[in-house]
Nanobody, 115 residues
Framework: QVQLVESGGGLVQAGGSLRLSCAASGTFFSAYLMAWYRQAPGKQRELVAK???????VYIDSVKGRFTISRDNAKNTLYLQMNILKPEDTGVYYC?????????WGQGTQVTVSS
C-alpha cells in the first residue's frame, strides 16, 4: 500500500511560479515510476510529466521548458516546479505512483492561474 499526499497548490497570476510536492509512504519509493497528472474543469485527466526510477523524465509539449519534475528519494518526495504559469495550466494536479502490481493516486491539489 502506498499513500501519496500532494501540497503546494494555490492561486497565482499568469507568469508566476508554484512548486508542488508529493510525499509518499512506502519503503521502495526509489523504485517507483512517479508522475504528475492534471485535470481541468470539464476535461479528462492528462499526464503532465513523469520520472523513472533512474531519473529519466518525460513532459507533454505544452509544459516543456516551463515545468521541471524531480524526485528526492531520501525524502520519499516528488516535486513539480512550475514556472511561467498560464491560465490553461489551471486544474487539479495529482501525483501517481506506478508499481508493478498497480497504480496509486494522491487526493490532488488545486492550481489556479489568473490572467
Amino acid at each position: 500500500q502506498v499513500q501519496l499526499v500532494e501540497s503546494g497548490g494555490g492561486l497565482v497570476q499568469a507568469g508566476g511560479s508554484l512548486r508542488l510536492s508529493c510525499a509518499a509512504s512506502g519503503t521502495f519509493f526509489s523504485a517507483y515510476l512517479m508522475a504528475w497528472y492534471r485535470q481541468a474543469p470539464g476535461k479528462q485527466r492528462e499526464l503532465v510529466a513523469k520520472v523513472s526510477s533512474s531519473g529519466s523524465t518525460v513532459y507533454i509539449d505544452s509544459v516543456k521548458g516551463r515545468f521541471t519534475i524531480s524526485r528526492d528519494n531520501a525524502k520519499n518526495t516528488l516535486y513539480l516546479q512550475m514556472n511561467i504559469l498560464k491560465p490553461e495550466d489551471t486544474g487539479v494536479y495529482y501525483c501517481k505512483a506506478q508499481l508493478a502490481y498497480g497504480d496509486y493516486w494522491g487526493q490532488g491539489t488545486q492550481v489556479t492561474v489568473s490572467s
